[in-house]
């Protein structure tokens, strides 16, 4: 096989074609190369909003499907993304060229992470989020980082900046580089600050075990070089901070009284999260525009990371107030009086309890339905099938996707979750096809609805059919 090229050298005006563009990052990477001079194509099979909307917007091609003639137009460069198979014909034809190639980590390194204030936020949940929140952060103290998100932040334009200010603040992804590089993508980001929200078992597709996610992010914190913000509530953290010293400075935030900030109060109103904090022995009170402990664990992170940088408390905290959220995380559809439906990417069962619970905090007295995609790698196994069941309880309703089997290993089963949601004490239903949910859930409005659509997919657009109804 041949080995992947450098891309430091290329020039502005070069044309750089990306293989699975519309993957979150790969969309981001889009569109910071067209930001920095570069001539921008690619190819993907599921082309879905955000990414797909965001590269429109953009006017950059997306060529439909791996075919080997995409590469006909013999691009200067090419990115692959870590979708693509060493059997795909488009990854053939690339293999068998002379064309110069690397992976999206080793061209983020290589171009805006090495020698920069770097902060990679990273964890098996809650990355995007915190990513979004430190870049607004930086942003509200005139830092202009740039930056690139899983997601599109909604206090900014794109989910990507290429400014050329000495920060940069990035998504940490534990998820495998490409098909020629099987290590995780932030082993190439040049970690100087690095924020760990959270580490669980996930990714089954390419992790076998926690002990497996456990190496993953031991390789992250081997890298890294100033400080560590982590979740001082998170056991399998702990775990592996225990098992060696390192140089770094540590900081933690969480609930427990032994955290360097320390969660003392949540209030929820109609407006967001009165937040009452234990911060370097002293009291602060703050407003955050949000819903969810998870979240004011992800914004204690970034408090944590810019105190140490030098940066005046009560500065950092206004931020918290205009932080505007993400595409797909709490994303509101339709808010009438009588019924609201958001959309979110949850989609681990921790993820899930933990979103549920966040809504009926912010919505007592409403009738919750949770609708879920089993879509991710992960969740199409029966890995978690037991696990999915305590965080649909969370629910007044949980309606089931039908899983959408793509191998033999695929062994979830939403017939079987929706019958122990049902045996627990819950209620839950399914469906034999995806489209028949907007009449489902229609027919379990009670007049005072929250309605919850979870997938990392496009749902084939379910969610955004029943929001139009009361458009």
């Known amino acids: 096989m041949r080995e992947a090229s450098s891309i430091s050298n290329l020039k502005p005006g070069a044309h750089v074609h990306l293989m699975g563009i519309c993957g979150t990052a790969m969309g981001s990477l889009a569109g910071i190369l067209q930001e920095k001079g570069f001539k921008v194509t690619g190819s993907d099979e599921n082309v879905y909003p955000p990414m797909s909307t965001q590269l429109e917007k953009l006017g950059i091609k997306i060529m439909k499907g791996f075919q080997a003639s995409n590469l006909d137009i013999k691009p200067d460069f090419v990115v692959v993304g870590n979708v693509m198979t060493a059997k795909m014909d488009e990854t053939k034809a690339l293999m068998e060229s002379d064309l110069k190639f ?38 509200s103290l005139g830092q202009e980082p740039g930056y690139l998100i899983g997601g599109v932040p909604a206090n900014f334009s794109y989910s990507f900046s290429g400014r050329d200010s000495n920060w940069f603040a990035i998504e940490g992804d534990e998820y495998d580089t490409a098909f020629f590089d099987k290590v995780p993508k932030f082993k190439h980001y040049y970690p100087k600050n690095t ?19 456990k190496d993953a992010f031991r390789i992250l914190l081997e890298r890294t070089t100033d400080m560590l913000v982590y979740n001082g509530d998170d056991e399998n953290i702990q775990d592996l901070l225990a098992e060696q010293r390192y140089a770094f400075e540590k900081r933690s935030y969480g609930k427990s009284k032994d955290c360097f900030a320390q969660i003392i109060k949540e209030e929820v109103n109609e407006k967001g999260t009165e937040v009452h904090i234990s911060f370097k022995g002293e009291d602060f009170r703050f407003f ?21 940088k030098g940066f005046e408390v009560s500065e950092i905290l206004k931020s918290a107030a205009t932080f505007k959220g993400v595409a797909r995380r709490q994303q509101c559809l339709v808010d009438k009086e009588n019924i609201k439906v958001f959309e979110d990417f949850a989609h681990h069962p921790s993820a899930v309890k933990l979103t549920l619970e966040a809504f009926k905090a912010r919505f007592p007295k409403a009738n919750l339905i949770g609708i879920f995609e089993p879509r991710s790698a992960t969740s199409r196994k029966s890995v978690f099938q037991k696990d999915y069941v305590k965080s649909f309880l969370k629910a007044d309703l949980a309606i089931i996707a039908p899983v959408k089997k793509k191998s033999e290993e695929d062994t979830f089963s939403s017939k079987v979750l929706v019958d ?28 005072n609805d929250v309605v919850i659509f979870m997938s990392n997919g496009g749902f084939e657009g379910v969610h955004l059919d029943f929001a139009a109804k009361f458009k």
């Open 102 to 139: 690397s992976s999206l980590p080793q061209v983020l390194g290589e171009l805006f992470l090495k020698d920069r204030e770097n902060v990679v936020c990273s964890g098996t949940h809650g990355k995007t989020t915190t990513t979004s929140m430190m870049t607004w952060a930086l942003e």
């Open 195 to 213: 924020v760990l929200t959270s580490v669980e078992f996930d990714h089954i597709d390419i992790y076998d075990d926690l002990e497996q996610v």
């Open 288 to 308: 955050g525009n949000w819903y969810g402990t998870y979240n004011t664990m992800n914004f204690l992170a970034v408090l944590c990371t810019l105190d140490y």
């Open 420 to 447: 122990d949601i049902n045996s627990a004490g819950g209620s839950a239903k399914t469906t034999d096809q995806t489209l028949n949910i907007p009449n489902l859930v229609a027919s379990n409005l009670s007049g």
